[in-house]
């Protein structure tokens, strides 16, 4: 029976279209002899490997086996003794390397597929006795000149010979004591000697030997006695070439049957190797997934059959697909509707996708599709007439049934196409109706399809049965082919009679001749068909402006992000090339120092340096600087003036841009702060600043200096000595601090300064010095004196 409904269901096609995609010789019988797997463990692992075949065809590609003749007859001949000829030895190489490059492909992801890397591991390495063979044959199976020195030596004696023999050959025949003897000047070949044509009536005028006589006996074909000799020599050698190329051939046949035993394990995993593999090009063709699977082993597993837009696999382009679903209480599927709208292309999906799953091929259908695992799938389809028995239809089709109701288990897969036909309406009916109802008490997953309107009355009824149906389109009355669930169908047989050309008055007559309650049943139909015709419309519009919605908020995002890289770029185009004039500053102070140092003249310098300071706190230089997109950048992040941070004369503020922490003494017209940091005095403008204390909550004279938001900061105390604080710094924030300090205060002329780091773990105070150590405006340094700070506080002398 389970034989019997794959040919019903036609899988024999789709076994077809997956031997078609297997590319070598021995997969191909692997898979036509193939049978749908009925435990879930099975079927697991099939779709395991058929899964990480479709993920290494997408990876790595294929894993280029091929092999379009059966190798399996040579390699048991040579295992017999049996001498192959070259080209059974070449293509015996070509499988060994075919087979080893798609091992080397699957182990090249071996993490990924490890079921894949089970079945390759067991290909062998034979590219030791391919590599001995392909180097002494040619691509035509000949055996090389250079297979070995004996040979080379002989073909060129016998190559040597036969052309002595040709040139005396051709002074025979240019003779002219010869030439009306001849029938033509052809060298001729009889049994591997070389020949003349002669005349038979002239043949005693060249003496040799006769070889052959024409069909005609007008031509004798004669070995001149001149050229026995040298012919004798070429054949000697040639034969002796030819036992030497057998001793090579029988040489390589022993070779590959010392691993025959390992190139026959090979062949045999190669081939299932690719059975797999063509599973997953099969399931890539037709845009396979791999569907949830549950097995109700136990009573408190819940299992579903759920196929979402499933295409029947041989339709191709024009399968038009399907939904269906049912679960652990409603097992049973009730499809009507009329002739030629689908009901049986719905039927054998339904089988087709459950044979393909439990063969561990991919089903075309949407993701989140989910079915059952089967311990057999049953059909009755079309007409089972058996003239020979004399049965009908009805007999032929129940016959069938009688077998499927004694083997259908709550496991099973029952598929019965036109339930109840074939006899009276009425019994017909209620035997569907009581058949149906017998399946489902079982708990076998039933689907039928049927004409009788009490069926799917019966099954709207049922709280194990659901209705489905398939329509034909209202305007041109052609099918559809779509199912729809929940909903009983028309047979349509008024309309579609009408749309034929049948007469009016008698569809009119047909009409008074219905049930009223089966008239108003139709009319109701109609009325839902519309009214799901209406939801689904909107449906699909919704979906379409979720979809454009959906659209519409990635194109935002990618347009924000491209919009913060840019913003990012700018700052860090406007970041470099502050460093850059920051590091151009301080070259030219540097050059101003040692000019200074070497003419003496340091009033010079300090001009020269105070004019540097104020081109760098003008706001000038900043547009100068700026990119035009940091100059964009900057004035988007301006605050705006109803934003513009207040500040008063005072406050302690830090400018980030510069790296200097001052006090404000003074505010111009334009709300430009002045502000002192040591005795350096620049501009900045409110948004340029942190305020880092007010001047109205200012410590009392002498108190010991406050760090704000770790940043280290300068100041200058009343001995005149310039003071750095950086605790709390991090070694980062300080290496760009220690030279600006440096230079500042060897510009001032002070000849020491001091550099607050604090204990700590020593990291800081350590990275301070090195800092020192590399300046070279600094002579010495050394530890403050106990009572001034000791080892938190290091002293610079500067000279």
Sequence with gaps: MLLE????????????????????????????????????????????????????????????????????????????????????LLILCGIFQSMWIARNTVMAIEEDVPRLVEIASHIQDLRSVRSEIVAALSDSGDVLDSATPRLGQLRERARTAYQRAMRTMERIVSRDAFRSALQSNVIASRNDRLVLEVKSSERSTLPGIIHDISSSGQTAFIEPFQVVGATNEWRQMALEAEKEEERILRKFSRAIAARGEDAMASMQAA?????????????????????????????????????????????????????????????GLVVTGPNTGGKTVALKTL????????????????????????????????????????????????ERVIKIIARASNHSL???????????????SAL??????????????????????????????????????????????????????????????????????????????????????????????????????????????VTRDRAEAEKLRVEAEANLTQSEQERDKSIEQTRDQLKQEAQRVRRQMRRLMREAERNQTWQEARESAAEIVREVNSADWMDDEQSDDAKANRRSTEPRPDETPQFSVGDTVRVESLGLTGEIIEMDRDNRAVILAGTMRFQ?????????????????????????SGAPRMSLVSDAAGDLDVRGSRVHMVESMIPQFIDRAFMQGLTSVRIIHGEGTGALRQAVRDMLSREPHVETFHPAPRNAGGNGVTIAMLG
């Design 414 to 428: 029952v598929l019965l196409d036109e339930l109840g036909t074939g006899t009276d309406p009425e019994e017909g």
């Design 432 to 541: 569907a109706r009581a058949i149906l109802d017998r399946l489902v008490k079982t708990g076998a997953w039933t689907c039928i399809t049927t004409h009788h309107r009490q069926v799917s009355e019966y099954a709207a009824t049922h709280d194990n049965l659901v209705n489905a149906s398939v329509e034909l389109d209202p305007e041109t009355m052609l099918p559809n082919y779509r199912l729809i669930m929940d909903l009983p169908g028309q047979s349509y047989a008024m309309q579609v009679a009408q749309r034929l050309g049948l007469e009016q008055p008698i569809l009119d007559h047909a009409e008074t001749m219905l049930d009223p309650l089966r008239t108003q049943t139709e009319s109701l139909l109609k009325s839902l068909q519309r009214e799901r015709d209406n939801v689904r419309e909107i449906q699909e519009q």
């Design 271 to 331: 081939a299932n190797l690719d059975a797999v593999v063509a599973r997953g090009r099969l399931s890539l063709k037709i845009g396979g997934i791999r569907p949830k699977s549950s097995f109700d082993t136990d009573s408190n597993s819940r299992t579903e059959l759920s196929l979402i837009e499933a295409r029947h696999p041989l339709l191709g382009d024009e399968a038009v697909p399907i939904s269906m679903h049912l679960d652990e209480t409603r097992r």
């Design 351 to 398: 089988g087709l996708m459950a044979l393909m799953h439990q063969s561990g091929i991919q089903i075309p259908a949407r993701e989140s599709s989910e079915l059952p695992v089967f311990d057999g799938v049953y059909a009755d389809i079309g007409d089972a007439q058996s003239i020979d028995r004399s049965m009908s239809t009805f007999s032929s089709h129940m």
């Design 5 to 88: 409904a794959e040919r019903l269901l036609e899988f024999d096609r789709v076994r077809e279209m997956l031997a078609a995609e297997a590319r070598f010789y021995m997969s191909r019988e692997i898979v036509r002899e193939s049978k749908p797997v009925r435990h879930p463990e099975d079927v697991a692992r099939l779709q395991d490997e058929t899964a990480e075949a479709v993920h290494l065809l997408d990876s790595k590609g294929d894993i280029g086996l091929a092999g379009m003749r059966d190798p399996r007859d040579p390699l048991k001949r040579a295992m017999l003794g049996g001498v192959l000829n070259g080209s059974e």
């Design 684 to 708: 900045a403008r409110p948004h340029m600043m942190t305020l880092v204390k007010s001047a109205d909550v200012a410590p009392a004279i002498n108190q010991a200096p406050t760090r704000a």
